[in-house]
């Protein structure tokens, strides 16, 4: 089916320029598609190429005019006066990063041309790109890949910055010089040069500022702010000389921080510079600037460029991390550092926002004000760090007016009136008014309708509703009387609603305190038979006045004694005190009580008195005037009176408190209160106080006061008490501490952070390092850093250039107390004779260290007591010449014998000469002679090993110049020197122990019971010997392989005795033989006896040896390949041990009589387990005929003689040499013959090679047929080391001998590698490269060859080595070698005939080890998963506990060099391999992260690093803690008995054995559990009740009964009747009827509705209301607390009311009250009319709906000329701010600011 024709904004392709495919977008959406291989790219409309292009769009445009017209926008005034439609959207962005362009289209309206352009730019997509996007003209260049130019297809790529044409893309074929123009223009977007951001647009290249706008000239300022004034940073400009030294190779030129810009240092001089950097996460870096070029350090471009005598370093910026720049001393000369650049101010002034409104409403006022900010950490810091950099100017800060809308009306109320009655339920009013208040601030009233948005506040209120006082009658006493008619009384208070005793009682309503009482019993007084209240008042009165009242038990009154008369003579009054007292039976005492509280009348307080006649006057009796006199004082006596009127309130609410009795004054008649004047104040009764709140107080918390700060900045710590207490009394101070959880409240806290800011940077020291000196005062260092304490707790390291104060000390002195005294020892002095016996002496100091490091000489008794022989010796010079006689210069000489002894059966003494060495057997008493000449005997001194020698028990130092040691025992062994003057000669002695193996020198003295365990050793046994570790026989490590130079003297021989030892198998006849001669013929020789040595040569079983032979031996194996040694040494061992045999045979032969010849060594049968030393004595003792048939000779490995000789000239042109000797080529040369000579069996092989290759024989090049080589016409290729190989199935052996031309040196090389990991010696021909670890001695041969004889001189690092280095006989011995042996070292050898240099890398290999600073990979471990838990791996193992599923980082510590390869295990099995385990390996295999922990994921996890020098293996353990349910502990019985008792299984989670929160549990199986039975067993007798029944009455006061009988429960569950009598015994019966609901029976009352006029809520409705109140049945009205658990009805109701079919009205705005500024206003009238009548009705009316504003603000236009004044009421707070001076404020405030 055909495709309809798309429309316009379709995409077109349009085939240009050869086979390059351009794809035009007018409204496209495809960019980048690929299609049947073809590439298209987006390119945008209406830019042409040619005119076709804009014919071809042309007619597209006018063609296609159905758009959507949605697309458009609006057309401004600009294009509605033209001919242009409006602009349309914007287009999609030609690139969606990295900056691109996106135009807008226009088309004209007019048939005609249009003026202007049809489209426009604006850039897009603003935003970096990331990395991996790569460049966007490379894209392109690269879309031309698959497109064949010329034929050919070419990997095109980008030319930038072409500065004819940087709008064209150009681009070049990659590895070829071509340069293709590909399109005329690149894609909107692409920057025009790689340093600006100017895009290309249409082919042009347009300008683009730091805005990102096109056009725009801004540009980032030096701070990188765009448009910036450079106030954001500073210059930093500095000169820095270098001040290095040997010991001072590296120093710090400058630390440039984070953020900075515009690095430039040049260096000038023969140092280096390199970079030292450090990121805000603490990871370090270095880079060393080792090449020129364009680095990447840090995310930040390092251009760095290097010159003879000069370097340049520039960085662009913004540096990501700390650079610290350093310098590296390569130089004699010093050097000299300029730098510049710009250092970002980290800290500046922000801005805050503004402060909340001063008010609501109303007109208030604002500020803000400026924090200071730190741009690395992204926080708010103190103010000072602003202030530091004096750049910041801090911000002034700005005011304004808010909340500028007048506050709304509101109700407001005036304090509430008094109640209308003390208790009971009272009434208290006030007034509440609407008000409003205006911008100024002044409150007015107005119509309380603007007020109903709000509910009213109530105008009445109940209050006092507590209940009043009521009077309490407590139980009568018992009667007064005990037979008969009596009274009986009782107390009546009167009691607040609080039980407190008080005031306040209604008196008319208050009980009767006194009633008759009649007791049945007849009394038998008859007399009195009236009781004292019915008798005449005449009779109480003079009873009262006969008797004193007594206070009873009853409230009574009690009246003290009258007073004296007030008058010496007349009438006068008498008055006294009459108190309502009561007595408290159970304390004892008296209290005083109310008047009120006492029944009857009181009894007068005043009367009159006569006190007889006044001036002799006679007394006239007049009744009348007498009675109204005693009248009078009547009245007055019971006018007013003090009375107690209850308590106060208690001082305490608990743990005891008092109260006070309050006293008024009282009219005693109306019993109201009076002024106090008109009480007597004698008669005041005294001061009540009782205690009361006598309950402890509940338990609470106490805190104490908080501790200061523990810091002053960066968050420190305040702590303070806090702890439980309870108030037991107050009165007895008893107050007691208890635990935390008897308090139920919340605990406080007793810990807090304070000063929780940062701190100034300031010096930090670390720790003191160990003193460098014991005593005598030495100097410990410390690292002191600059750092900032943040206030988050930790710490940001800084330059020092931040810390302001002085630096701390980093060096101290210590250990200031002098050291112990000590002797200083001089050197010896010369012999004090010329000839003859002398002595030697030298001075001893006592030298004492002082503290202050000072050596100073004090007295000799201060120091330890020193030895005679430490200050003079003998000595010993020639002999004197005898008088007359000329003198000779010979010196004292000791004739020594050069042999080695060997013991090998035990003899009871043994003669020795000094010289040599004797290997013996212990419990051997040895003789040790020392001959001198020239030397007398008694001055003979003896040391061993190097300790002076005195006679002991043990050794005897005899006067004729021997030495005895009685029984050797292993701490004899050691060397023995004898000294002759200056003569010295040694003999070493060694023990031979337990299986004949070389006994090692002990420690200390050897016990006597081993001395049984060596004499028992069997001889064959005793020939069994250990492989020494320094020998060159043992098959053992290249360490028991090293050479005999490095052999200690003493032990040189060990290893030829061991051989020796080894052979065994002595034959049995003739150790039966040499046994069986009498011991006094093989040892006849004393200490006498000058022939002894001669003797003892006569000896079978102590073998003796010449020095020399076995020098010769050593030698010779020194010189065979190391494989072959322990061949060739067996071999001449045997050799030698046939020799020694056949010697002693020749000895005892001449010495013994044919007699006593009595065994033949030809008659000795073969044995059958002989060794090959037993074959060779066998050998040595047949015959010769027998020895020469060697068809049965043994199998034997190759041997080459050597022969020491000097090449024969057999003529001037015929060189004739054997191996071992150099060979010089001459001009006349024409023949040289090397010859070869090896035994073996079968007979070996020999081959030559030159160099290490096989030598190629020729016509010139000969192989003789006695296996010599023979050169013929040699030239100068001949030249070289020749090799004699000798092969046969046993072995091989090998020699070489050098041939040179003309005598010019050789060396002989080794182009091997040598890896050494384990031996702790190594030793390699020169010429190749040695790997090994630390410590080892290595030695490189360097074998030369030259005549003369070449000089060796040995480089390292073609520096010459000096003499400290061990040198011998051409090779080099480095001694326990370390990194700084590490180097190319040089073997020159030199003659007169030139020089030949060959090298030896030695490179120091670091096994794997734990470093010793974990701090890099903790970081590490931080920065890689900052929450995850993490652990460091160790050799003995870690362990971390995790929860399932969690994540875990461990890390494997690691150093080593080269660096080690790091491999993770699990279990045994590499964690690639290991199924189920999700894991990552991160930071090149130094961290492993696994995720999703489950049980089997954990157990032990191993690193395993490993390098050429060795692997480490470190473990940790992952531990999975997991939530389990336990089952345990059953819970207490239900039950004490019967059938129901269960114990119930206690179910707990635990974690690890530790039991926590059940919901973690929650997801675990919970186990079932079942209840255990438990005392199932008769249950006691005991009271039974059933549930009460209902109550007789809801309320109003019912009954309710319920049945107790007295049962038995058995433990069969069955309950049985008992006896009641059976319950008593046990429990009181239980009650079995109570009272019930004695409320009082209420009900919600209510009343009818009232009118529908209450407010209106909505059209036509209004609210209508009516009364409900609470009361009892019978119509008493009670409070609505009574009836709270009823449900109350309704109160309030909607209802239709034609009155609220009402609406708002607005009038037109009134003209504006100011034609200009900010304060002009306008209103209009607003009121609420009624629907149908339009007339105006009460606003309140209308307050269901908002009200229209009724004023607003008008003409906000700026004035001109106008008043200056103050516009606002905030004028004085912008004076005091001092903002006077900003433009906002200086016209409002123009008064005030003008003024100012």
Known sequence: MARPAAPWHSALAVRIFGSTWWLLFVAGQVCGDQHEGLVFLREFPLVGRVQYYEDFLSDLLNGHRTEDPSSRTTRSEEDRDSLWDAWGSWSECSRTCGGGASYSLRRCLSSKSCEGRNIRYRTCSNVDCPPEAGDFRAQQCSAHNDVKHHGEFYEWLPVSNDPDNPCALKCQAKGTDLVVELAPKVLDGTRCYTDTLDMCINGLCQIVGCDHQLGSTTKEDNCGVCNGDGSTCRLVRGHYKSQLSATKLDDTVVAIPYGSRHIHLTLKGPDHLYLETKTLQGTKGENSLSSPGIFLVDNSSVEFQKYPGKENLSIAGPLTADFIVKIHNSGPANSTVQFTFYQPIIHRWRETDFFPCSATCGGGYQLTSAECYDLRSNRVVADQYCHYYPENIKPKPKLQECNLDPCPARWEATPWTACSSSCGGGIQSRAVSCVEEDIQGHVTSVEEWKCMYTPKMPTVQPCNIFDCPKWLAQEWSPCTVTCGQGLRYRVVLCINPRGMHSGGCNSKTKPHIK???????????????????????????????????????????????????????????????????????????????????????????????????????????????????????????????????????????????????????????????????????????????????????????????????????????????????????????????????????????????????????????????????????????????????????????????????????????????????????????????????????????????????????????????????????????????????????????????????????????????????????????????????????????????????????????????????????????????????????????????????????????????????????????????????????????????????????????????????????????????????????????????????????????????????????????????????????????????????????????????????????????????VSSFSSLLRTAASSSGEAAGGSRRPHRKPTILRKISAAQQLSASEVVTHLGQTVALASGTLSVLLHCEAVGNPRPTISWARNGEEVQFSDRILLQPDDSLQILAPVEADVGFYTCNATNALGYDSVSIAVTLAGKPLVKTSRMTVLNTKEPAITVDIGGTIKTVRGVNVTINCQVAGVPEAEVTWFRNKSKLGSSHHLHEGSLLLTDVSSSDQGLYSCRAANVHGELTENTQLLILDPPQVPTQLEDIRALLSATGPNLPSVLMSPLGTQLVLDPGNSALLGCPIQGHPTPNITWFHGGQSVATVTGLTHHILAAGQILQVANLSSESQGEFSCLAQNEAGVLVQKASLIIQDYWWSVDRLATCSASCGNRGVQQPRLRCLLNSTEVNPAHCAGKVRPAVHPVPCNRRDCPSRWMVTSWSACTRSCGGGIQTRRVTCQKLKASGISTPVSNDMCTQLAKRPVDTQACNQQLCVEWAFSSWGQCNGPCIGPHLAVQHRQVFCQTLDGVTLPSEQCSALPRPVSTQNCWSEACSVHWRVSLWTLCTATCGNYGFQSRRVECVHAHTNKAVPEHLCSWGPRPANWQRCNITPCENMECSDTTRYCEKVKQLKLCQLSQFKSRCCGTCGKA
């Open 515 to 1169: 009633e008759e009482c009649i007791i049945p019993t007849p009394c038998y007084k008859p007399k009195e038979k009236v009781p004292v209240e019915a008798r005449a008042p005449w009779y109480k009165q003079a009873q009262e006045l006969e008797e004193g009242a007594a206070v009873s038990e009853e409230p009574s009154f009690v009246p003290e004694a009258w007073s004296a008369c007030t008058v010496t003579c007349g009438v006068g009054t008498q008055v006294r005190i009459v108190k309502c007292q009561v007595l408290l039976s159970f304390s004892q005492s008296v209290a005083d009580l109310p008047v009120d509280e006492c029944e009857g009348p009181k009894p007068a307080s005043q009367r009159a008195c006569y006190a007889g006649p006044c001036n002799g006057e006679l007394p006239e009796s007049n009744p009348g005037e007498t009675d109204g006199l005693l009248g009078g004082l009547q009245d007055f006596d019971e006018l007013y009176d003090w009375e107690y009127k209850g308590f106060t309130k208690c001082s305490e609410s608990c743990g005891g408190g008092v109260q006070e009795a309050v006293v008024s004054c009282l009219n005693k008649q109306t019993r109201e209160p009076a002024d106090e004047n008109l009480c007597v104040t004698s008669r005041r009764p005294p001061k009540l106080l009782k205690a009361c709140s006598l309950e402890p107080c509940p338990s609470r918390w106490e805190v104490g006061k908080w501790s200061p700060c523990s810091l002053t900045c960066g968050v420190g710590l305040q702590t303070r008490d806090v702890f439980c207490s309870q108030i037991r009394s107050r009165e007895m101070n008893e107050t007691v501490i208890l635990a935390d959880d008897l308090c139920r409240q919340h605990k406080p806290n007793t810990v807090q952070a304070c000063n929780r800011f940062n701190c100034p940077p300031a010096w930090y020291p670390a720790q003191w390092q160990p003193c460098s000196r014991t005593c005598g005062g030495g100097v410990q260092r410390r690292e002191v850093l600059c750092k900032q304490r943040m206030a988050d707790g930790s710490f940001l390291e800084l330059p020092e250039t931040f810390c302001s104060a002085s630096k701390l000390a980093s060096q101290q002195a210590c250990k200031k107390e002098d050291c112990p005294s000590e002797w200083l020892l001089s050197d010896w002095s010369e012999c004090s004779t010329s000839c003859g016996e002398g002595t030697q002496t030298r001075s001893a100091i006592c030298r004492k260290v002082l503290k202050t490091g000072v050596s100073a000489i004090v007295n000799s008794s201060q120091c330890p007591p020193l030895p005679f022989s430490s200050s003079i010796r003998p000595c010993m010079l020639a002999i004197c010449a005898r008088p007359g006689r000329p003198s000779t210069k010979h010196s004292p000489h000791i004739e020594a014998a050069r042999k080695v002894y060997i013991q090998t059966r035990r003899q009871r003494k043994l003669h020795f000469v000094v010289g040599g060495f004797a290997y013996l057997l212990p419990k051997t008493t040895v003789v040790l002679r020392c001959p001198t000449r020239r030397f007398r005997k008694p001055l003979i001194t003896w040391e061993k090993d190097g300790q002076h020698l005195i006679s002991s028990a043990h050794v005897t130092v005899a006067p004729f110049g021997y030495l005895k040691i009685h029984r050797l025992k292993p701490a004899d062994a050691g060397i023995y020197t004898c000294s002759a003057g200056p003569a010295r000669e040694q003999f070493g002695i060694k023990l031979i122990g337990g299986n004949q193996k070389l006994v090692a020198r002990p420690g200390g003295p050897r016990s006597e019971e081993e001395a049984p365990r060596v004499r028992k050793a069997h001889p064959k046994e005793a020939l069994q010997t250990h492989k020494h570790q320094n020998g060159i026989f043992s098959n053992g490590s290249k360490a028991e392989k090293r050479g005999l130079a490095a052999a200690d003297a003493g032990s040189r021989y060990d290893e030829l005795v061991s051989r020796l030892l080894e052979q065994g198998g002595w034959p049995g006849e003739l150790l039966a033989a040499w046994e069986a001669q009498d011991s006094a013929e093989r040892n006849a020789s004393s200490e006498e006896d000058p022939n002894a040595e001669q003797a003892l040569l006569h000896l079978p079983f102590t073998i003796v040896a010449e020095q020399q032979r076995l020098d010769d031996i050593l030698r010779n194996l020194s010189q065979q390949p190391e494989e072959l040694r322990d061949v060739y040494s067996k071999h001449l061992v045997a050799q030698l041990a046939q020799d020694i045999f056949r010697s002693h045979g020749e000895h005892r032969d001449a010495l013994l009589k044919p007699s006593e010849q009595r065994i033949s060594p030809v008659a000795i049968p073969p044995r059958k387990a």
